[in-house]
């Protein structure tokens, strides 16, 4: 009976254990999230604070350059192929039309509106495009500037509220810690490319 009462005891010491293991993981995990978010919030700021002693605005000819990324990625026939986009966007077009749409309608920050002379403002494709390239590559926004033709700050609002929205859409779903049968999933696969490595 002292057997048995040992082991119990040792389960639930190491059941405790797991726990405060990982409440700290995700204690952790939280912080680096607030720290990132934190940063690009700080970024735009000081972004802003910069806009006030800059020179007058300069034309990025944005609108152009918004019709020249719908035809080279996502119309019909586009410049560039399927291959290409998923090189460049680290993703498949379907995926990137489904985010696309989840997150315009999640926030209408990301549609295409007219200002207020009535200009019509940057397309929902540039906006995902600046915050998915700084994510995906690890980019700048002066990098980001030259390829959709936006100004600092803009672009990392863009971030910002994309990064806000990802995680309130997704986090459910998409974002939770791997599960022990995920895990042991996913060293399989890590395993089987390692050997399929070592024999090519």
């Known amino acids: 009976m002292s057997n048995l009462r040992r082991v ?18 995700d204690r952790e995990a939280d912080e680096e999230e607030e720290e990132m978010l934190v940063a690009a919030v700080c970024m735009l700021n000081q972004s802003r604070q910069y806009r006030r002693r800059r020179a007058p605005n300069v034309d990025r000819c944005r609108e152009s350059r918004g019709k020249n990324l719908l035809e080279d990625y996502f119309i019909p026939n586009s410049l560039y192929l399927v291959s290409k986009f998923r090189e460049r966007y680290r993703m498949q077009p379907h995926l990137f039309q489904k985010i696309m ?15 207020v002379v ?10 995902l495009t600046v915050a998915l390239r700084m994510l995906a590559y690890g980019a700048f926004a002066e990098q980001v500037d030259e390829i959709a033709r936006m100004g600092k700050s803009f672009i990392l609002e863009c971030l910002a509220r994309f990064y806000g929205a990802v995680e309130n859409l997704y986090t459910r779903e998409y974002l939770r810690k791997p599960t022990p049968r995920d895990l042991h999933r996913l060293l399989q696969k890590a395993e089987a490319r390692a050997s399929f490595d070592c024999w090519v």
């Open 118 to 127: 009535g200009v019509l403002g940057l397309l929902p494709e540039q906006k």
């Open 101 to 115: 749409h989840d997150i315009c309608s999640y926030d209408t920050y990301f549609i295409q509106k007219c200002d």
């Open 8 to 25: 119990l005891e040792r389960q639930e010491q190491e059941e405790e254990e797991i726990r405060h293991r990982r409440a700290d993981e």
